[in-house]
Each structure stands twice: as C-alpha cells, then as structure tokens.
C-alpha cells in the first residue's frame, strides 16, 4: 500500500520513544529537532506540547482543542 511505502521512509527520521519520564524525558526533549503533535482530537490541555517548549523544542501541531491557546506560532 502506498501508506505503508510513506511512513516506511519516515521510519529513518522519526523514533517513536514511548513513554519517557523524569530527566531522561527533558535530556530527550531537548536533543529533539520538533515536537510532532498531529491530534485530531479536541484535547483540552495538552502537557506534552508545553514541556517541548519548556525544553526549547519547537512544536508541530494541529489547531484542536487548547492548543492554540498554549501553542503560539511566534515561538
């Protein structure tokens, strides 16, 4: 399928860590190039956004929910 092909190819650019806490969570988030968030959902606060950019971690994400209240596109 031509899905499978897609994100066969993002499989060399994108690690998937799963659950991550404490300090090895922020050493992560801050060694990270972006945040990707691609809800599709109404989330109505979502932590994981604002730690990226607690950590200095730019986000990519969708306008659902709070998050365009917590994700300013300025910084």
Do not use: Q
Request: glycine share 10%; hydrophobic share 35%; net charge negative.
């Amino acid at each position: 399928r031509r899905e499978g092909v897609f994100f066969k190819s993002l499989s060399s650019r994108f690690r998937y860590h799963g659950m991550v806490d404490g300090e090895p969570k922020v050493r992560l988030l801050g060694e990270t190039r972006a945040f990707l968030n691609p809800i599709s959902w109404e989330e109505p606060f979502g932590n994981a956004p604002v730690e990226s950019m607690l950590c200095g971690t730019p986000v990519l994400t969708t306008a659902r929910g709070a998050l365009p209240e917590t994700v300013d596109a300025d910084t």
